[in-house]
């Protein structure tokens, strides 16, 4: 959880920073160019046993805040259980912020606030959370606790009028993972049996030695690692350690991999880049709260990051808000876009209400088993952008089965008329596609293009099936969840201009605005450049494809494929028209086909490679010796896999 720290520091307020952190570029943090271009044969991600598909349950923090207690939670379990909704996959039950007491000064033990965990007092033992974990797992479910990467919590920032903020001395009160992170994950995953953690950061944010809320309260000061609103200030290669630490000693404590990681940094540090390799969920962005505008905010922070997410390792734009605010029983056209888009772009489902009460329009909602079916797919493949546009949105993504599920999203508050093509769905034109509506069930059928009405704030979700344009292989940009960015060629990461700038919802309208925070400006796109722009190489447009920087890498799964072919060039988009660029496929780290060095304005080339047996096939785009500072952008036009 995390406020936005803009208003306070544009202000001078409370959590004002109080002095510069040294940046690191993204080539600090990646290594040398060389390292990051040299092909490896390997699939460089860490293989995991658990998020296979974005993982599903309940969290406490929308529901109740810090006013959490064992009973709510045991509540929520049940109501999962008995409604069916962990049936359909819903299997996590989260404890956020407020389970805690102190921290023991004799042994740097935690306790637990049995006082709202009352399972946890054992007559002549520590307080343990086992009976409560056994009690979660004796119903098929599983446990995930919160806690945070530096010395204090969120909540002791934010929530200072709670009842249930740790207590004590100043170290008794330090209950983050800061020099105890061994210690805390050993005893929340083989002592007390979770099989999840949230690991926030405000402890390397919002503490620093001058601030009010650390004299006030009398915390230790910490320089902040974390700078917000200015990457250049943040030290992204001491975050990215951090939380490398925990993913260490979660292995060490969890050998059998059964655990989940999810890195809660708000979108900051530039984890789009590195997060899929530590953890396997991260935040893309600030804390959701229940507004339309905010909704669009955390969903545009991960809409255009589908090449940086894959089984095991996902973008999340936070939990849940269905059934609070703008998407309660009241506005459930705004609950069903919600929870929609969250699916199709394969966001962890983690609802965050009082299941004991929750009304059955709601319920509805979490439990359309079919929209469900289109998050847990085992391919993997986060939805991509067929049309963008601030108004309306045409968002596609490739099924397992070799359907397609798109979703005709309407962002404003008027109605509107959304045409959808074949070609959008990588269909053929002059074929019938067959669309079966998600949420009212109905069917229907379409040649070329057909236009729908929507409502205001409308989301329509199909699953759609026609006669494919690519019949024997699959486009790059329908295989996401197959493709790795190793490197990206991103010197200099960028705040995302492109995300909408919702007014802030905790500093209303002081400060001087809104400003573009999360990294991710010049990262690899599907089926654009990596800044927005129509892909486009020497004239000649491409409607898929990838695009993305110089100096980069793409690794591919090749299920069976015989033949890699793309139309390579440097992008007409590209602001840098001095240097050039060669291409080379590799197959399990042996070179197999390339081409010469390429400028802008040169007519794209065919490369092609026969990867018949290969299991890794590498995309590497290098330069050599640039003159020229600015980025130099390049696509892989109709990039493809084929039989």
């Known amino acids: 959880m995390i406020r936005s720290l803009l208003a306070s520091v544009a202000v001078g307020g409370l959590l004002a920073f109080s002095s510069p952190v040294l940046a690191q570029t993204g080539s ?3 290594g040398s160019q060389a390292d990051v271009l040299t092909a490896t044969g390997r699939w460089s991600i860490p293989e995991r046993s658990q998020a296979q598909t974005p993982p599903m349950g309940w969290n406490s923090w929308n529901a109740f805040r810090t006013e959490v207690d064992e009973a709510k939670v045991l509540g929520a379990a049940r109501a ?5 909704l962990s049936a359909l996959g819903y299997t996590y039950v989260n404890i956020d912020d407020g389970w805690w007491l102190k921290r023991r000064q004799t042994d740097g033990r935690l306790q637990i606030r049995t006082g709202i965990f009352p399972s946890a007092a054992i007559e002549g033992q520590d307080s343990s959370f086992r009976p409560y974990t056994d009690a979660i797992h004796a119903m098929g479910l599983k446990a995930g606790i919160y806690t945070d990467i530096g010395r204090n919590a969120c909540s002791q920032a934010y929530d200072l009028h709670s009842p249930n903020l740790p ?5 008794e009160r330090e209950v983050g993972l800061q020099g105890h992170v061994d210690q805390d994950i050993g005893l929340y995953f083989q002592e007390w049996g979770f099989d999840y953690i949230k690991v926030d950061a405000c402890g390397i944010n919002v503490y620093g030695p001058d601030t009010d809320i650390v004299r006030d309260y009398a915390y230790t000061g910490v320089e902040p690692l974390i700078d917000q609103a200015a990457i250049n200030r943040t030290d992204i290669a001491a975050v990215r350690a951090l939380y490398a630490e925990v993913a260490q000693a979660l292995e060490i404590h969890n050998p059998d991999g059964d655990y989940i990681l999810a890195l809660c940094n708000w979108g900051s540090a530039d984890v789009r880049t590195w997060g899929k390799d530590v953890g396997h969920m991260w935040r893309t962005s600030g804390d959701i709260t229940p507004t339309w505008t905010r909704m669009l905010h955390n969903f545009d922070s991960a809409s255009t990051r589908a090449l940086y997410a894959k089984p095991g390792a996902w973008n999340d734009p936070d939990i849940l808000f269905v059934g609070h605010g703008e998407f309660d029983a009241d506005h459930l056209t705004e609950a069903k876009s919600h929870f929609s888009l969250w699916a199709m772009i394969n966001a962890p489902l983690l609802i965050s209400y009082d299941l ?7 319920m509805d909602i979490w439990g359309n088993a079919d929209i469900v079916r289109l998050n847990q797919d085992p391919a993997g493949n986060q939805a991509v952008l067929a049309y963008a546009s601030d108004d309306v949105q045409i968002i596609v993504k490739t099924l397992s089965t070799g359907k397609k599920a798109v979703a005709l999203f309407n962002r404003v508050m008027g109605a509107t008329d959304v045409t959808l093509t074949a070609a959008q769905l990588k269909f053929a034109d002059d074929a019938p596609v067959a669309l079966q509506n998600l949420w009212d069930k109905t069917a229907s059928t379409f040649t070329g293009e057909q236009t729908f009405a929507l409502e205001p704030r ?9 006669a494919r344009l690519l019949d024997d292989g699959l486009y790059l940009s329908e295989m996401p969840g197959s493709v790795n960015v190793a490197a990206d060629g991103v010197i200099a990461p960028e705040p995302d201009p492109v995300v909408h700038r919702m007014r802030n919802a905790w500093g209303e309208t002081r400060g001087s605005g809104e400003r573009p925070t999360y990294t991710g400006w010049g990262g690899a796109q599907a089926d654009a450049t990596p800044y927005d722009q129509a892909l486009r190489v020497g004239g000649q447009g491409f409607d898929t494809g990838i695009g993305i920087l110089t100096n980069s890498r793409l690794e591919v799964r090749n ?9 390579v060039g440097v992008d007409d988009s590209t602001r840098n028209l001095k240097d050039r660029v060669g291409f080379s496929v590799y197959g399990d780290g042996r070179l197999l086909a390339q081409t010469p060095a390429m400028g802008f304005g040169d007519a794209p080339l065919a490369l092609t490679a026969d990867i018949a047996g290969v299991s890794i096939v590498e995309i590497v785009a290098r330069s050599e010796d640039m003159d020229s500072d600015l980025p130099l952008v390049v696509t892989l036009g109709d990039a493809a896999l084929r039989r």
Do not use: I
Request: hydrophobic content about 35%.
């Open 458 to 466: 409308q989301t329509l979700v199909f699953e759609a099936s026609g």
């Open 80 to 84: 999962m259980v008995d409604s069916g």
């Open 356 to 362: 004991r009460q929750a009304p059955q329009s709601l």
């Open 167 to 171: 207590e004590g001395t100043t170290a």
């Open 28 to 30: 600090q943090q990646a």
């Open 559 to 567: 299920a069976g494929y015989t033949q890699f072919e793309a139309k």
